[in-house]
C-alpha cells in the first residue's frame, strides 16, 4: 500500500502477530483502484514457499465479515456486496500477480475466480447458488421485490490497471426465480427460467458504456429472446440510442410458457406464427420523457397464420359482458340484433373522425400501438408509483374492454399487448372501430355510439351533428365524469374548448371543410329532453 497511491488501507482496532508470520487486523477499511473494503478481521499469511527461500512475501489474504463496495464514479452509484468470508491466495511472478478468490456471501451463496494483475487486469469470477438476497441492497431497492430465487453466473471482464477502460462478457441464469410486486402482479410470479448474457466495453474518459449485445431468453431460446444493443454515455448530459430486438420462433408457445399472470383469457384471439419486433430509442439518458421511440412490428407472418386458422367469433354478431366500476356486469349484444347497434359503414364520416382525433388518430397506420405514448405512459407510471391510464390505442382500449379486467397492474399491460397483436393479426381495422365503436363506455349504464347518442342528445346516431359528434368523442375518457353534464342539462362553458380543438384537429387533417368547420364553431350542442333507457 505504501508504493502504489491507489491502494489505502486503515487499521481501525487491534493488531496480532502470530508465531507462524500471521497479522491479524480488526476494524479494516480499505479503498483501491475505486473499490472500498469494510471488515470485521483481516488476516495476513506470508507466503511459505518464499519463507523457505528466506523472504517475506503475502500469500493468503482472508476477510471476515466484510463488504466490498464498488465506489460511485460519475453517475454511477455505488453497489455493495456483503461476504461472511472473502479469501485471497497470491501468487507472483516477474511480470504478474495472481489472485485466486473465493468467497462465501452473507446471504448464500459462492463466489470464486481469479483476478490477474500486470499490464492489465483480468478477472472471472463465478457464482454459484447466490440467493437474491445477497445481491447488492443499492440494486435490490431499485427492483421489485424478489423471492425464492437463486442465481448462477460468470463474469469475466479485461481492463487496464486504472480501470479507465476495458470490455466485459456476464452470463447469469435461473431456473426458480420469483417476483413480488403487487405493481406487477396480484399474486406472486414465478418460477421464471431465464438466461441473460451481455458483453460490454467502456471508456472512463467519455463516460461511455457500448453495449455490445445483450440477450434474454426466457425458457430456452426456442421459445423468446430480447436482445439490446446500443451506447450510453453516463454523463448529466449524456445521450442513450439502443436497439431492442424481440423475436419469438412460435408466439402462442411463448405466451402460454409464461407465468398465468401474463397469460391472456382463453377466448381472446390467439397468436399464431413467429413474432418479430425493434424498438430504436435515442434521447438524454437521464430524461426518460425526452426519448424518442421508433417501433417496427412485424406481424405480417401472424397475419397470414390467422388467414388459414377458424375465424375469430368477433367478425359476427356475440354478447359482451361490461363490468362497470362498481362491479356490476351489463350483457348486450353486439350486432343488428341490438336496436343500438350502428354499423360502421351507416355513421357520418365525421363522427368517427371525431373519435379518432380525440382518441387514436394514427389507427388506421400503425400496428396496434404508438411506442412513443407508450413510453411516456410508463415514464409517468414509474414516476407515481402506479399503472395510468394513457398511451393506448383503440385496438388497446379494445383489448381491454373485450377480455381484461380493470385491474392495473403490469402484467395486465402485458396481457393487454398480446390481445392487441391477436387482435390486430385476426381482425381487420374497420371491423376493430366498429366493435370499438358499439361496446365503449359513454356514461353509466350507456354503451356502445347508438346508446350514447340516444342518451345524451335523444337522437339516432346516425344524425348526429359534428359539434355533438365532437362532444362524444372528447368524453371517452372519462365518460362516468361527464355524465353529469348531461344530468345538469348542458355541457359546461369550460368544456366548449375542448370540443373546439377536436374540431379544430379535425379540420387540419383535412377532415372537415373550412364551411363545416365554420358551422360546426357556431353551433350549440344541446342534450336531448329524453331521459338515460
Known amino acids: 500500500a505504501a508504493t502504489d497511491r491507489n491502494v489505502q488501507i486503515d487499521a481501525l482496532g487491534a493488531a496480532s502477530l502470530h508465531l507462524s508470520g500471521a497479522v491479524e487486523l ?8 475505486g473499490f472500498g473494503v469494510q471488515a470485521k478481521l483481516l488476516t495476513l499469511r506470508p507466503s511459505l514457499r518464499a519463507l523457505l527461500c528466506g523472504a517475506l512475501d503475502l500469500g493468503r489474504v482472508t476477510f471476515r465479515n466484510v463488504t466490498v ?25 516477474p511480470t504478474q500477480t495472481l489472485a485466486e478468490i473465493d468467497a462465501t456471501l452473507r446471504h448464500g451463496g459462492r463466489m470464486e475466480g481469479d483476478v490477474s494483475l500486470g499490464e492489465a487486469v483480468a478477472t472471472r469470477l463465478e457464482l454459484t447458488d447466490v440467493d437474491v438476497a445477497a445481491l447488492p441492497p443499492e440494486l435490490l431497492a431499485s427492483l421489485p421485490t424478489l423471492v425464492d430465487g437463486k442465481l448462477q453466473g ?9 480501470l479507465a477502460a476495458g470490455h466485459a462478457e456476464i452470463e447469469l441464469h435461473s431456473d426458480d426465480l420469483a417476483i413480488n410486486s403487487p405493481r406487477i402482479a396480484p399474486v406472486p410470479l414465478g418460477p421464471l427460467p431465464f438466461v441473460a448474457n451481455a458483453r460490454a466495453h467502456w471508456q472512463a474518459a467519455s463516460h461511455t458504456l457500448s453495449l455490445d449485445t445483450v440477450k434474454l431468453s426466457y ?32 408466439a402462442q408457445t411463448l405466451v402460454t410458457a409464461l407465468p398465468a399472470a401474463f397469460v391472456p383469457p382463453a377466448e381472446a384471439p390467439p397468436l399464431l406464427g413467429p413474432l418479430n419486433a425493434k424498438l430504436h430509442i435515442t434521447g438524454p439518458w437521464q430524461t426518460p420523457l425526452d426519448w424518442q421511440v421508433e417501433g417496427q412490428l412485424d406481424s405480417a407472418a401472424l397475419r397470414t397464420a390467422s388467414k388459414h386458422a377458424a375465424p375469430t367469433p368477433l367478425w359476427g354478431s356475440f354478447t359482451q359482458h361490461a363490468v362497470d366500476k362498481w362491479g356490476v356486469t351489463h350483457s348486450f349484444v353486439v350486432g343488428p340484433e341490438n336496436p343500438h347497434y350502428v354499423p360502421l359503414s351507416e355513421l357520418p364520416s365525421y363522427l368517427v ?10 389507427f388506421y397506420y400503425h400496428p396496434g400501438f404508438d411506442f412513443n405514448e407508450i413510453k411516456n405512459a410508463a415514464v409517468t407510471a414509474a414516476e407515481e408509483g402506479r399503472a395510468r391510464r394513457g398511451g393506448s390505442t383503440i385496438t388497446q382500449q379494445l383489448a381491454k374492454n373485450l377480455y381484461l379486467s380493470r385491474e392495473r397492474t403490469y402484467a395486465r399491460k402485458v396481457q393487454e399487448a398480446f390481445v392487441t397483436l391477436g387482435l ?47 362532444y362524444l368523442a372528447s368524453i371517452i375518457p372519462s365518460p362516468l365524469s361527464r355524465f353529469g353534464d348531461r344530468e345538469k342539462g348542458g355541457i359546461p362553458p369550460e368544456w366548449e374548448p375542448r370540443i ?23 353551433s350549440t350542442a344541446l342534450f336531448g329532453p329524453s331521459p338515460v333507457q
Open 26 to 33: 480488526r476494524d479494516i477499511s480499505a479503498h483501491a483502484y
Open 69 to 93: 463496495a464498488v465506489e460511485a464514479h460519475g453517475q454511477m452509484p455505488a453497489q455493495s456486496w456483503q461476504f461472511n468470508k472473502f479469501a485471497v491466495v497470491l501468487a507472483r511472478t
Open 154 to 162: 460468470v463474469l469475466a471482464a479485461t481492463t487496464d490497471r486504472a
Open 219 to 250: 425458457g430456452g431460446t426456442e421459445l423468446g429472446t430480447v436482445t439490446l444493443q446500443g451506447d450510453v454515455q453516463l454523463t448529466e448530459t449524456g445521450k442513450l440510442d439502443l436497439i431492442v430486438a424481440l423475436t419469438a420462433n412460435d
Open 353 to 362: 373522425d371525431a373519435v379518432l382525433t380525440s382518441e387514436d388518430a394514427g
Open 424 to 470: 390486430e393479426s385476426g381482425v381487420s381495422k374497420a371491423r376493430l372501430l366498429e366493435i370499438y365503436l358499439n361496446i365503449i363506455e359513454w356514461g353509466p349504464g350507456v354503451y356502445g355510439i347508438g346508446h350514447a347518442a340516444s342518451a345524451y342528445f335523444g337522437k339516432d346516431a346516425r344524425t348526429l351533428r359534428p359539434r355533438e359528434a365532437a
Open 500 to 522: 373546439d380543438t377536436i374540431l379544430m384537429r379535425m379540420n387540419e387533417r383535412g377532415l372537415l371543410s373550412p364551411q363545416s368547420y365554420a358551422d360546426a364553431l357556431a
